[in-house]
């Protein structure tokens, strides 16, 4: 079983930039597909943005072209670099993962991290 613990979130000013780390522990990490997903203030949990092993990204539309999702295996961390961060950005952004073949929308977990809090904001 792997475990994800978040970090990297803070204030920032609209236009500015972000990178959130997601430290995994575990022996499998490299066969995991890895997720960062984000819940706005009475919103449901989304996903924004997938790594699959070899390195195949996917993203939704609503970040495309704005966030990069990067995975470094010898440091079993995942980091999602958000540039141009707008105030609609803001939201607790959770980190998950499970083996790359299953689902990894939100509703697939049911366990989540304490997540990182990113304010967009003047």
């Known amino acids: 079983q792997v475990q994800f613990v978040e970090s990297g979130g803070g204030l920032v000013q609209p236009g500015g930039s972000l990178r959130l780390s997601c430290a995994a522990s575990g022996s499998r990490f490299n066969t995991y597909a890895v997720g960062w997903y984000r819940r706005a203030p009475g919103k449901q949990r989304d996903l924004v943005a997938s790594i699959f092993p070899g390195d195949v990204l996917v993203y939704a539309d609503s970040v495309k072209g704005r966030y990069t999702i990067s995975r470094d295996n010898a440091k079993n961390t995942v980091y999602l670099r958000m540039n141009s961060l707008q105030p609609e950005d803001t939201a607790v952004y959770y980190c998950?993962?499970?083996?790359?073949?299953?689902?990894?929308?939100?509703?697939?977990?049911?366990?989540w991290g304490q997540g990182t809090q990113v304010t967009v904001s003047s």
């Open positions: 998950n993962g499970r083996p790359w073949e299953l689902p990894n929308s939100a509703a697939a977990f049911d366990s």
